[in-house]
């Protein structure tokens, strides 16, 4: 098994990434949510990432996955070797994650847009196996909700009362349109329950991921100036 390493690692991980291609600042601002998922919210690990009781992770916003691979490979899902060739020609760790290629990866991620009704389709599909216990989390960009295929599965999720359903809004102020009142604003005119923190604040993160909220999708807004 791979090693395993702390938060304390992860900027020299992101390091072994080099290269023109990297979206550096999609990374960075996702950096610190996806940490605190992995190390105190997801039950998943590269013991149980096939087990159908896992929890989910989706990066549907995967131009930017220099944040996700460190995490991945801290955790212990793939050995730290991998980082250095990251967006060559024969590495596993492509400049959008392949789920076919990258141990951990619940989806291929491309288009902005599919992430969000995917894991919509994900906690149905729990629902229907008697997968109660099992969540799904997906993180989208707050650009990402200019996709219309979002909204579509906002306002489905909404009234479905899908608790399982967890979606991770990284603002970093890219988006083109906007929403009148915020972006969790959005989510809980459709009948979701939603939270706006700082993404950098792990305390702030890990109560507002954990926040109850029965019979109800959840989102969590993360706001972050993004680190270039």
């Known amino acids: 098994m791979a090693a395993t390493h702390g938060y304390q690692d992860l900027d020299r991980l992101l390091g072994h990434m080099t ?12 950096l610190d949510a996806i940490w605190v998922l992995y190390d105190r919210v997801l039950n998943v690990s590269p013991a149980t990432a096939d087990d159908p009781a896992r929890d989910r992770f989706l990066l549907p916003k995967g131009h930017g996955p220099m944040a996700y691979y460190a995490v991945l490979a801290a955790k212990g899902f793939f050995p730290e070797s991998l980082l250095a060739d990251f967006g060559s020609y024969d590495s596993p760790l492509g400049h959008h994650p392949d789920r076919t290629l ?23 599909g729990l629902r229907a196996r008697g997968l109660t216990d099992s969540k799904v989390w997906v993180l989208i960009g707050d650009a990402e909700l200019d996709e219309g295929s979002n909204h579509e599965a906002i306002a489905y999720a ?16 890219s988006a083109t349109h906007g929403w009148p009142g915020g972006i969790a604003s959005r989510f809980t005119a459709a009948g979701w329950s939603a939270a706006t923190v700082d993404g950098r604040d792990h305390e702030a993160l890990y109560e507002a991921f ?7 999708a959840r989102a969590v807004v ?7």
């Open 158 to 173: 909404g009234p479905t009362g899908l608790e399982q359903l967890h979606t991770l809004v990284i603002d970093n102020s």
């Open 19 to 30: 290269g023109d291609e990297k979206h550096g600042p999609a990374a960075t601002s996702t």
């Open 102 to 124: 990258v141990p951990g990866a619940e989806i291929s991620s491309g288009s902005l847009g599919h992430g969000l009704p995917l894991a919509v389709g994900s906690a149905l």
């Open 222 to 228: 993360a706001r972050v100036e993004p680190s270039y």
């Open 210 to 216: 954990t926040a109850p909220h029965p019979g109800r």
